[in-house]
């Protein structure tokens, strides 16, 4: 069955769910979005997620207060963030490119990612785009650190990073990445060849599973369905949904 | 039985809002107070420092593009799936404000901090992160309470702005308002020295002793200045009320990419009407 | 959609609280859950360590008599206009159980910060008060973000108790509950491993996406077992439903000055039926 | 015009409460909560009473928390306390006669005092009981303390101390009480012999003023049906409110 990139990405995060019931994920996330939805229902509401700015999928009411309590009482079991820049210790960058403050290329900021990234105990890294510009050695600005010496309270920190490559689980002990899986139609060369910072290799690497074609038809029915209350853009146009609101 | 309070037009509470006053603004969620934004915007208040709870959305934006704002303390500025906030970034980038970065739980943390009377107030994670190395204001030390010793923990300094305000659902003639589910709006009206709201609709009533709409409402001991506006979260949402103009946004985001398209939008928008449309 | 939630007994419900159990409950407001605390003295429970919320009342006073706690931290124990705590003041002055004296705002700063996940919580005043002299877990530093140096404040830790439980106005098939404007409870169940709710009425719909009640509503995410029990909070009130019983109130003080009168009160009361009438 | 007693001190207090807006009143406090209600009353509604445990007269919402938070914030601007104990230097004791913990006699404890005393600028104490069991020369355990050292942070503490006999006014600098007024049919002899601690006198020490005839009616009219919502028994027994409720 053919699938499309984003459908791919949905079910490469669902492997990561499972077992996990309290997933969150923050605002602009539809792909994580989608996988948190699709692990409720595979599992008939067992994992719980809470969709940050959503008024259906956020059984809590007290606003990011809330949220962020959750997650400091060890309640969050798995959240998501992303970068500007990602380096290869894990530490991401929300805030921008160039040198702080008047920074070259200003992005929207850390939001909650400098405490998050240390009280839930499995964060998954996404970003799409992969490339040496994003996937960088040093990144110019530490939002949130990959790992924290010893004696630092933290219960968890990066558990993979997914790209639109590759898929990288992350080495607590180390502080480095290991290339786990890579998309097909992509070779160990060409994440190489897109990475800015240095990485081990499973042995050995494979290829990304496709979809499961059940979960396909999930995602492309009940998931887009659900997810168009929060992201009508997105189930719109790359999950096909037809029935969106007029408000798009 | 308990005073009413008088209402007050929406300019008469942006009159209320000096140069340079410190405001603590929640994030641009259900009843965000635009049409007090416009006022402000039209009585070229300057010189603002403003804490965004934890974060901005086009209430900064508009803030910044129209030279409201000298320094913005926040953890994230942007609108989400429909884009980023093109005069926030400018300003940053320009070094036309001065921005303070912070992380969402930290500000809430403050603010609740503001709301108990407390100088300051822990927080975990943080550490490590470049958000409290440019931080001068923030400072680690080691947990007292640690069992061996260690444990390094953030301390923030608690904010207690002079002036919050927002757009709530309802309020009624004794000066309370309802914000339902939107506890942080609380907190923030507790912790800053003024509250000024707009109101969606007036409730025939009293908010306080209504059994089921007191836990959303926050008590007239709080609230400096109430005015009536119809519409005044516009085209943002009102929870119950009216959905966020999506297509308001998107075209905002594209003509605020320019300084003379920010001047368009704001002399359509602002200037234009009395009321945003 | 949100998978639905089993109900229990008060029996069962009373057997998820183990001995040795640390506890912390709210005061004796409306929606104390007097239904539960009978069937954990029916049940035998021994050894807690009970955080009362901050002050206790007849829930205080009739687990103490039945021998069920071995330790209480509270700010105060009475029934305010009805009278002193009897079973109270004999097992202090006896040494039957071991009292930490606190103070109000102490207890809900210290749950606010198990709420939030820190381990301490700064607090103004106490300073010169034997609260503070006898209660070696706090401490006092100098507060770091004092300009001159010097201002000691006091530090207390986090309260986050084993268990909180109490009596809900309504609960929903979800496991959602209701509590209005009791706020603490909700504070509470954040900070509690585990939450326990008897419910007074049951609520056809969902309490988390009803406009008006969510603010008043505890997630079902912080709730491990509801049961339904009306008059559950009997003989003491819940607002909008009942009163509380000030003649029963005057007659177990008056027959629980004695150890003997105490156990016939129970032997009626708590024995006799399996709900309080 | 005849008074009682209760209708004096409601009067007394009512004087002390002039000026002053934000008025909080405890648990098991007729008397001041009556003060509090005549002073909204003559105010037409600018002093606003908070009653701790009434429903109809706590405008806030969020229960104790509220409340205390509203005094750290600075927004309680007079506050009550007793003592089954208070000393010469204005230190309360509301946990119990004898040695801690295993008192002779155990009272309810200190709830909010500790806190209270140091951050609502005018604390009034109230305890109709005149005696030197109660007026001691140093209490047996500081619930409150009446002063603090300097660099401590303390808005205010005592204003007063009321009792059946005689009311007190607290010198901040000295520590110490001086006896201002004696209720009529009291003198000063009569003060000293049932006061434990020493105090100073002012010049002249004056017979407290009877209840002004137009606030008595109010008391024994609106007031007191007023308080019978929070206090039916008081409000019968001692204010002759004939409407009572039937579970007094």
Known sequence: MAFSREEQLICVIARMLEGQRNISVGTNSPIPAAAALLMERLTDGW???????????????????EFHDRAAQGRVDVFFLGGGQIDGEGNINLVGIGAYPKM???????????FLYLTVPRVILFREEHSARVLVPKVDFISAAGWSPPGVFRRGGPYALITSMAVFFYDKDRHRFRLDYV???????????????????????????????????????????????????????????TAAAANV | MPATAPMMSVEEL?????????????????????????????????????????????????????????????????????????????????????????????????VQAGERGIPFTPIRGILGSDVLSYRDDWKVVDNPFAAGGG???VLVPAINPDITFFHAR???????????????????AHAARETLVT?????????????????????????????????????????????IDRKHIRDYIREAQTVEGFAAYLDRTVFGNKVAA
């Open chain 1, 47 to 65: 994992a719980r997620p809470l969709l940050l700015g959503s008024s259906r999928h956020y059984p809590a009411n007290d606003g990011g207060v």
């Open chain 1, 104 to 114: 070259k290329v200003r992005l929207p900021g850390s939001f909650g990612s400098a």
């Open chain 1, 183 to 241: 998309h097909a139609g992509n070779s160990v060369d060409d994440v190489r060849a897109n990475t800015g910072f240095d990485f081990d290799l499973a042995s050995p690497v494979r290829e990304t599973p496709p979809p499961e074609p059940d979960r396909l038809a999930l995602i492309r029915g009940e998931i887009a369905a659900e997810l168009a209350h929060l992201y009508p853009k997105f189930a719109a146009e790359k999950l096909g949904y």
């Open chain 2, 14 to 110: 942006a009159a209320r809002i000096p140069d340079g006053a410190h405001l603590a603004l929640s994030k641009d969620d259900s009843g965000t107070a635009i049409a007090l934004i416009h006022a402000m915007i039209r009585g070229g208040v300057k010189n603002l420092h403003v804490v965004y709870v934890p974060v901005g959305g086009l209430m900064a934006d508009l803030l910044i593009g129209a030279g409201c704002i000298a320094t913005i303390e926040c953890s994230g500025v942007s609108f989400g799936e429909l884009g980023l906030a093109p005069r926030f970034r400018d300003a940053v980038q320009s070094g036309a404000i001065r921005i303070k970065d912070a992380t969402c739980p930290a500000i809430y943390a403050a």
């Open chain 2, 151 to 153: 444990d390094p923990i």
């Open chain 2, 170 to 188: 309802w309020g009624d003639r004794y000066g309370n308002v309802w914000v339902g589910k939107r506890r942080e709006l609380a907190t923030l």
């Open chain 2, 199 to 243: 109101v969606e609709d007036l409730y025939d009533g009293n908010l306080m002793t209504d059994e089921t709409l007191v836990a959303g409402t926050i008590s007239s001991l709080y609230i400096s200045g109430v005015a009536h506006v119809p519409h005044g979260a516009k085209p943002l949402n009102l929870d119950g009320c009216y959905d």
